[in-house]
């Protein structure tokens, strides 16, 4: 028997990303993952933004993204249709794993950068259905319409810390009145021992939000690190969430006792 061998058909060469790029804001550098092929760290101005692992969008790798999917699936599950609002794009990480899962959701991403915005859309070969807003975070919000949203992920920062005008209680009321019934607002917060922006965000928060609360380790949560805190508010509590890693409304209210909400 002859053995016929099929024709050998090249390989398309893998586009180089890695390297470092201007962009509005400053210098975005895509950084190789060497434990893993197709892993990629997008640092910006030398902060670690976002891990994209090109054609596994469900492959969170950020613990405080996994945080954030575990509080919103349920609500996603429920509301095929769902409106998700990012504030905050970045690597589009997150936005690009809920696009991916939940086919019939709508996905729109807020990016104050447009030149990052065209870089990660190249580089990381984004999903097409995702729909991308040139605006600053909080000037999108005031302009959609009530009850526009199902949910609202905040992810926003200028280094490492989120401008105040996305922190306030005005700019949480505004949020409350984009949201639909029964629609969640999450946010991710950088923050330090004894939790100083978590607290004058919960204070706001609890002004606006029937329910509100926090997903986190338990050193974060017991204010004694640094690093990612997740809070949440909704007009429904979300008891869906593991008491290990999640506290409610009355572990917020005694938080933010003492702490006077920040205002515009």
């Not at 180089?16 to 550098?29: L, P, Q, V, W």
């Not at 640092?43 to 090109?54: A, F, R």
């Not at 919960?202 to 204010?223: K, T, Y």
Request: charged share 25%.
């Amino acid at each position: 028997m002859i053995t016929v061998a099929k024709p050998h058909k090249p390989r398309h060469p893998k586009k180089r990303i890695a390297d470092e790029y201007s962009i509005d804001t400053g210098t975005a550098r895509i950084v190789a993952d060497p434990a893993r092929d197709g892993s990629y760290v997008l640092e910006l101005n030398d902060v670690p933004s976002s891990q994209i692992i090109l054609g596994a969008p469900r492959v969170l790798v950020f613990p405080y993204m996994r945080w954030i999917a575990a509080a919103i699936e349920p609500l996603l599950d429920e509301r095929p249709l769902a409106h998700v609002l990012h504030l905050g794009g970045a690597g589009c990480a997150l936005p690009s794993f809920v696009a991916d899962k939940f086919h019939a959701s709508r996905n729109t991403v807020v990016e104050y950068d447009a030149a990052l915005a065209d870089l990660v859309r190249w580089a990381f070969e984004l999903n097409d259905d995702l729909l991308f807003e040139i605006s600053d975070a909080r000037q999108a919000v005031a302009e959609l319409l009530d009850n526009e949203a199902d949910v609202i992920i905040r992810d926003v920062f200028a280094g490492p810390d989120t401008p105040t005008h996305v922190r306030t209680a005005e700019f949480f009321l505004d949020v409350r009145r984009v949201l639909a019934p029964g629609g969640i607002y999450i946010a991710n917060v950088g923050d330090y021992a004894e939790l100083p922006h978590a607290r004058e965000e919960l204070a706001g928060m609890l002004e606006v939000f029937e329910h509100v609360g926090a997903i986190g380790p338990r050193d974060m949560l017991e204010g004694r690190a640094y690093g990612n805190i997740v809070l949440w508010g909704s007009d429904q509590p979300l008891e869906y969430l593991g008491a290990e890693s999640h506290r409610g409304s009355q572990w917020a209210r005694e938080l933010a006792a003492a702490t006077p909400p920040l205002r515009d």
